[in-house]
């Protein structure tokens, strides 16, 4: 069955969530209300009724149907359709990524497939996200008075120790989270509140990490969360988020774009401690001297 298009051209990358939150300073307060209510289970709360929907959000039924069309959709039964393949998205295994990418692959190598496919998920995470709240990332990131937390799922946590063995040669009190649950409520322990938790989390979203930001958000620490265009359900307890595309011709989910924005993330930090960081790193360096780890050419 073919996918449903998106109403126009210059929203044919965006997700709905998406479209809703760029909008969401131009709506009315029914429609903000509406807005607050489908994103807060997003896709599955806008697949109801539309009866079901408005009562869920106690708004009127007319303000479901203006805003759809605020979306550019036709009907309702569109905006739904749209949803329907989000869903099915969000929730596809690599076996039937594979399938979809094979069925439909250009007769090109690999590498040029592969590296277009990056590069328009890198323009397309690029154009989400929003200059001022990344800025307040890495200022939160930069202040040491808060400490940082770091923690990823099963495919995302190569990425969370990245960026923690960054920020711990920048700043100290940065903690990184190891996988399994059982240790989780030590570290919370010592949560205090305005305590920074980045977190990353792509399809098929992992229920424990949806409990420790819902943990880690009730006692009062500032959640960042790296995922992917569809949301994880730990959005909702998220203060900042940053939605990267990770689509790619293979039965995995590519992570280059949230790497690149990581990267990123990391030299504005630097650039915001360097008065500390860098006599922290000098001592780093005469400890990596001391030990011998790296191999030196004379």
């Avoid at 979306?71 to 359709?81: N, S, T």
């Avoid at 990332?137 to 960054?166: M, N, P, W």
């Avoid at 205090?192 to 943990?215: K, P, S, T």
């Avoid at 900042?240 to 293979?250: H, L």
């Amino acid at each position: 069955m073919p996918k449903t298009p998106l109403p126009d051209s210059a929203n044919a990358q965006q997700t709905i969530a998406e479209m809703m939150q760029a909008r969401f300073e131009t709506l009315t307060r029914a429609e903000r209300q509406l807005t607050n209510s489908l994103l807060d289970n997003y896709p599955v709360s806008g697949l109801a009724s539309i009866t079901a929907i408005a009562q869920s959000a106690q708004v009127s039924t007319p303000t479901v149907v203006r805003m759809v069309q605020k979306l550019g959709f036709g009907g309702f039964a569109e905006f739904q359709a749209r949803l329907r393949d989000e869903l099915e998205a969000r929730i596809s295994n690599p076996i039937s990524k594979h399938d979809l990418w094979a069925s439909d692959a250009p007769d090109t190598h690999m590498l040029n497939r592969f590296a277009d496919a990056v590069m328009q998920n890198l323009r397309q995470t690029l154009g989400q996200i929003d200059p001022a709240d990344f800025d307040a990332i890495c200022t939160a990131l930069a202040d040491r008075q808060q400490k940082v937390y770091v923690t990823g799922g099963r495919i995302t946590r190569s990425i969370a120790e990245y960026l923690f063995t960054h920020l711990q040669m920048l700043r100290g009190g940065v903690t990184f989270l190891p996988a399994g649950d059982s240790t989780w409520p030590h570290h919370l322990l010592d949560l205090a509140q305005g305590d920074i938790f980045v977190m990353f989390d792509m399809r098929r979203y992992e229920n424990a990490l949806v409990r420790l930001a819902e943990l880690a958000a009730a006692r009062g620490a500032t959640i960042v969360l790296f995922t992917d265009q569809w949301g994880s359900p730990a959005t909702k307890h998220a203060r900042y988020r940053i939605n990267c595309r990770i689509e790619a011709p293979s039965a995995w989910d590519s992570a280059a774009a949230m790497l690149v924005i990581v990267e990123s993330l990391i030299a504005q930090v630097q650039q915001l401690t360097w008065d500390g960081s860098r006599a922290r790193m000098d001592t780093l360096e005469e400890l990596f001297d001391t030990t011998g780890l790296f191999r030196k050419f004379k």
